[in-house]
């Protein structure tokens, strides 16, 4: 189960893929409008009825973006929660229903659990950010900077506090209906998650309790059939290798001036661009340029002298897998926080936010250094070996495994 933009659920087509190649009937519930992504992976679908694009485009969507601070932008994202998960919640109960063990992403996660626990089921964690307190990085769905320690540690306190309030009232509703006791507090009974990134680009915080574990990326599914468009090879073949920008799922309120400030930093660098419209409608034109719609990031970025993007989990661990340079361009909650780490890691030459676009040369010269300082490729080049070497999917399968076997929180 899970919620959100492409980003929060491409990952679990790959997991739920390998599930299911393992034996396992695997069931995707999440919004209507990505019933073809998890569809073509071969796996079921059970729709929610929310539609994560159109609500970004309503009024309270668009306060989410006009809003400068990361907690400001965390307020306003758990007040659309709480309006509109009670819309979401039957449509997860009726799924669970149907089920042996919930698989419960990040966004979900409160309300998964509380509909686990009111049916009897096991149910584990699967997140795409490592969202328990810790003393080693703030709350990276804040993208606040370092609080120092103790103040890292309170501050993901609080953050989940709060992403627990935004789904009381409807995990109330349903313990109320279901007749069932008071949920028993994760936490504390060291609730089991599995966080779908690698320890080489995040290490395992020494201060997380007991029961989180970080066994690697999963990979969205690409059908093997699939192919780049035509004008895309038609376009790499016409010239030296371009670079990839891109926004993905955040809007921006000019796309228009944004389109034009990305193209103008490509042509000063001198530099040939394949701009994806993504949701924001970014747009590029002439004959070093190239716009695109959807594309699989896997075919796609190994082409590119380097990815510009929103440094949203996917398609920072998209541009890691590629072995490619990166300009991360944070526009909005943990994309700060990926952002840091590419830059920690030596694949970027460091973030270019998107309210910093419009100075100078600043992503001129972001986009020169991480093409032609060959230090940056190199790195890339030798992580995305490392990450070639792990199977994210095995840790969670061997977890199943075991619940099939009777093991600890195995179904009675």
Request: charged share 20%.
């Amino acid at each position: 189960m899970t919620a959100g933009s492409r980003g929060d659920v491409a990952p679990f087509t790959g997991l739920g893929h390998g599930l299911m190649r393992a034996g396992h009937d695997v069931t995707v519930v999440t919004h209507e409008s990505f019933a073809g992504l998890v569809r073509e992976a071969g796996l079921a679908f059970h729709g929610l009825p929310v539609d994560p694009q159109a609500e970004l485009r309503t009024e309270h969507g668009q306060r989410l973006l006009t809003s400068r601070s990361g907690p400001g932008k965390l307020a306003w994202v758990l007040a659309m929660a709480r309006r509109l998960v009670g819309g979401m919640a039957p449509g997860m109960l009726d799924a669970a229903r149907e089920s042996d063990v919930l698989l419960l992403s990040g966004s979900v996660a409160p309300l998964g659990h509380a509909i686990a626990e009111c049916l009897g089921l096991p149910s584990r964690g699967v997140y795409l950010q490592p969202l328990a307190p810790t003393r080693a990085f703030p709350p990276p769905v804040v993208g606040t900077r370092s609080c120092g320690g103790a103040g890292n540690r309170l501050a993901g306190r609080a953050v989940n506090a709060a992403l627990e309030l935004a789904f009381s009232k409807a995990a109330r509703v349903l313990e109320t209906e279901l007749g069932s006791p008071r949920r028993r507090n994760r936490e504390r009974r060291n609730w089991p998650v599995h966080h779908g990134f690698s320890t080489v680009v995040v290490p395992r915080p020494a201060d997380w309790r007991p029961g989180l574990t970080i066994g690697g990326y999963w990979w969205p599914y690409t059908p093997p059939t699939a192919r780049l468009p035509q004008e895309v090879h038609d376009f790499l073949d016409s010239g030296p290798p371009p670079v990839f920008v891109g926004l993905g799922s955040p809007t921006v309120p000019d796309p228009e001036r944004v389109s034009d400030l990305i193209v103008r930093a490509l042509r000063e660098a001198g530099l040939r661009g394949v701009i994806q419209s993504g949701w924001s409608g970014l747009r590029a034109d002439g004959d070093d340029m190239l716009t695109i719609g959807e594309a699989p990031h896997s075919l796609l970025f190994p082409h590119m002298a380097a990815v510009v993007h929103h440094a949203g989990a996917g398609t920072t661990a998209a541009g890691l897998r590629a072995g490619v340079p990166a300009v991360p361009m944070p526009v909005w909650f943990d994309g700060a926080f990926w952002a840091s780490r590419l830059t920690a890691l030596g694949v970027s030459p460091g973030p270019v936010p998107l309210r910093r676009l419009a100075a100078p040369h600043t992503l001129a010269t972001a986009l020169a250094a991480a093409v032609r300082d060959p230090v940056y490729r190199r790195r890339a080049a030798v992580l995305a070996e490392r990450l070639r070497q792990e199977d994210g999917v095995a840790p969670v399968r061997a977890a199943l495994e075991h619940l099939d076997h009777g093991g600890p929180g195995a179904r009675r």
